[in-house]
């Protein structure tokens, strides 16, 4: 009985193994580890999306994860790389307004970090007080897959530009301008970015006052009005002489929607510590943002956002978090899968036994009926065996079935004396 027992046993357990293995497999692929490596793609070069990608980049590597920065011509490339699964790019920068939901298939944002400015600089004796004095000037605007360029289009700028000085961005647009091939540069980035400071505290070099710039903004919804106090560059210098009213648009970050969801959790803590602070234009607290009047929002952001970190994020390392909600999900499989095995086992041992004595029952029968008929001393040695092996089997029944042992025992002993009465005779 009970080696047949054991062999039941073995085949559930090697069954519970197999499931085991096939849930791990199955975790495996549908809450797979995080990547080790991020492809990020993030605009022109000493931009302003790259100095805050460096940062997310520091931030990132304390938990043993790459952020690999890759330049691009501007939001355009930026989604198309994203959108494109061949290429692998996983997060990038986009400006709000630069690109329609269409565009940004598969995708989601992280939440809008922080206002981007847009400049206009120009070399000039007197003030240009408003957009037209740019008119027949030449201006260098950016690629055209920049949000630079939609605006300048939308706003009727660089008409009369030469192309190849109309496309001219970053370090190339400010020499240009500094040595008089452009009349004006249209140029975005960070209040704190080097180059703008450095434009900005420029005594050859003015920066375009807005004072429609509330205007603007009705008209185009995805533009910011901002204001750049007076002397906020130097307050003993008072650079600038008066408040320059600018527009700006708001920056997102994007990532692809089968991006890891500890990697999203990473990103959304790497944001908040980079852009959570007060800033020029902003209170603290103001960004990250909980939506993206653009692109669809990650409820992982979101929730990170709203409530915060986990309890797994907020004590254990990045690293091990993963494993933990393997090793959660694994023990969840085997409890759904053991609590209904627990409440059969009781019904299933039982089964078991009753159906083992049951066939020493039915031995017992079919030998009774052959000792009545049985006369050849043969024939009686071969049913004592018989009847010694039911004896032996009828003792391997567990205690607490002693009402059947004894049952058996009796009709044992009662077929005993029969058989020993025919041997004497």
Same mark, same amino acid.
């Given at each position: ?310 309890? !797994?994020? &907020?004590? $254990? =390392?990045?690293?091990?978090?993963? %494993?933990?909600? #393997?090793?959660?999900?694994? +023990? ?8 209904? !095995?627990? &409440?059969? $086992? =009781?019904?299933?041992?039982?089964? %078991?036994?009753? #159906?083992?004595?049951?066939? +020493? ?65």
């Amino acid at each position: 009985m009970f080696k047949k027992l054991r062999s039941y046993l073995m085949i559930g357990l090697v069954g519970l193994a197999t499931i085991l293995l096939l849930t791990w497999t199955v975790l495996d692929y549908y809450l797979p580890t995080p990547p080790k490596e991020i492809l990020a793609s993030v605009g022109i070069k000493n931009g302003s999306n790259e100095s805050f990608a460096k940062q997310y980049q520091t931030i990132l590597a304390r938990s043993g994860v790459t952020l690999e920065i890759h330049n691009s011509a501007g939001t355009g490339e930026n989604i198309e790389r994203l959108s494109n699964p061949k290429l692998k790019y996983q997060l990038g920068f986009a400006t709000d307004g630069i690109a329609d939901g269409s565009q940004a298939k598969n995708l989601l944002s992280l939440g809008e970090v922080t206002y981007l400015p847009y400049w206009i600089f120009y070399r000039s004796t007197k003030e240009w007080v408003d957009l037209d004095a740019l008119k027949g000037k030449r201006i260098a605007v950016g690629a055209e897959t920049t949000g630079r360029y939609k605006l300048a289009q939308a706003l009727h700028l660089g008409v009369n530009t030469p192309p190849e000085d109309l496309v001219l961005s970053g370090e190339s647009a400010i020499q240009a301008l500094r040595k008089g091939k452009v009349d004006a540069i249209l140029t975005s980035g960070a209040f704190t970015l080097p180059s703008v400071q450095d434009l900005l505290r420029d005594p050859s070099i003015r920066v375009l006052n807005f004072p429609r710039a509330e205007a603007l903004t009705k008209i185009f919804p995805q533009l910011r009005h901002l204001v750049l106090p007076a002397g906020i560059i130097d307050f003993e210098k008072n650079i600038p002489p008066h408040d320059v009213h600018i527009i700006a648009a708001s920056s997102s970050i994007l990532v692809r929607q089968d991006l890891h969801p500890q990697i999203i959790y990473l990103l959304a803590q790497a944001l908040e510590e980079v852009h959570g602070g007060f800033g020029p234009f902003n209170t603290a607290g103001t960004f990250p943002t909980q939506f993206d009047s653009g692109y669809p929002m990650s409820s992982i952001a979101r929730d990170y956002y709203k409530n915060g970190p986990s309890f !797994l994020n &907020k004590y $254990l =390392p990045f690293w091990m978090t993963s %494993y933990i909600l #393997r090793l959660l999900a694994t +023990l969840a499989t085997i409890m759904a899968i053991a609590l209904p !095995l627990f &409440k059969f $086992l =009781p019904k299933l041992y039982g089964w %078991y036994v009753k #159906r083992y004595t049951d066939q +020493l029952f039915q031995g017992l029968r079919i030998l009774h009926i052959d000792l009545r008929s049985a006369t050849e001393p043969k024939q009686l040695k071969a049913i004592e065996g018989n009847l010694n092996e039911i004896e032996r089997s009828a003792h391997l029944l567990p205690m607490r079935h002693t009402d059947l042992y004894f049952s058996l025992i009796g009709k044992i002993d009662s077929e005993r004396k029969l058989l020993e009465k025919k041997l004497s005779a």
